[in-house]
């Protein structure tokens, strides 16, 4: 991953993220089915036109809960799940920056849904437990009816 980084690349990643935290977690319970826009061909205009249906409905508080394994984390429990590095989002694409997950649980209950924007197309990009290594190998949630998601993204920029 080359060390120096590019307007372009921080625009990418900001717009990308934007759309996570608009789509996922800034709006609640919504749903790409409720945004009719969220996914499929995406332009300039798409965050607007999602931005005012959403300013016109009524708020949802978002959904925090969580499977009975991780409705109680403690701290240290928490901190035992780690994301993989190597599983980054645009870890591979020679960018000067990827993206990485944290999961829900302690203080982090509600789910973001996340959408990659490519080539026009925006697709979500899917949740599996095995983003995460985990001290106690009883809390990964590998039931697809309770995946849990992820609690948010954050932009890394390895060093070097």
Do not use: H
């Not at 717009?15 to 061909?41: H, K």
């Not at 300039?44 to 999602?50: A, E, G, N, R, Y």
């Not at 978002?62 to 409705?71: C, F, M, R």
């Amino acid at each position: 991953m080359s060390s120096e980084v590019q307007r372009r690349d921080l625009m990418r990643g900001g717009a990308g993220l934007a759309l996570a935290a608009s789509v996922g977690g800034g709006i609640g319970r919504a749903r790409a089915e409720d945004l009719g826009g969220a996914t499929g061909t995406f332009d300039d205009s798409t965050v607007v036109q999602i931005a005012r249906r959403l300013a016109g409905s009524a708020y949802r508080a978002p959904d925090q809960s969580l499977p009975k394994v991780l409705d109680n984390l403690n701290f240290d429990q928490f901190r035992g799940i780690a994301y993989r590095s190597d599983r980054a989002l645009w870890g591979n694409d020679g960018l000067a920056f990827d993206v990485e997950f944290f999961p829900r649980g302690f203080l982090y209950r509600p789910r973001i849904e996340i959408y990659e924007v490519k080539d026009g197309q925006s697709t979500p990009v899917p949740y599996s437990p095995d983003l995460f290594t985990y001290a106690d190998p009883a809390l990964r949630v590998g039931i697809p009816s309770a995946l849990p998601g992820c609690a948010c993204a954050m932009p890394s920029i390895p060093p070097g």
